[in-house]
């Protein structure tokens, strides 16, 4: 199984990304949508790991373009790697 770069990722997106794997879930990481880079790409699904608050705006972008923004904290999916699943 191929992981990613650690110079270019978090240690919980490198958590998602086995998970997506291991699940089979076909995805794109580092995708662009709207002209801004998200996580990853789920279908119309944008998923966003990090470890701040999340720009409403930027958000409400996402919506008006078909998207369904969610987001998860850095500690949710190290601590929660089943419950992700």
């Not at 720009?55 to 998860?72: A, E, Q, T, W």
Request: hydrophobic fraction near 35%; proline fraction near 4%.
């Amino acid at each position: 199984m191929r992981r990613i770069d650690k110079k270019h990722s978090t240690k919980a997106e490198r958590v998602f990304y086995e998970i997506l794997k291991e699940l089979k879930i076909p995805f794109k990481h580092r995708w662009i949508v709207g002209g801004m880079e998200v996580d990853f790409l789920i279908g119309n699904y944008v998923i966003e790991i990090n470890g701040h608050d999340q720009d409403p705006d930027r958000n409400d972008k996402f919506i008006k373009l078909g998207y369904v923004p969610i987001h998860y904290h850095n500690s949710e999916i190290i601590n929660n790697r089943e419950k992700i699943k």
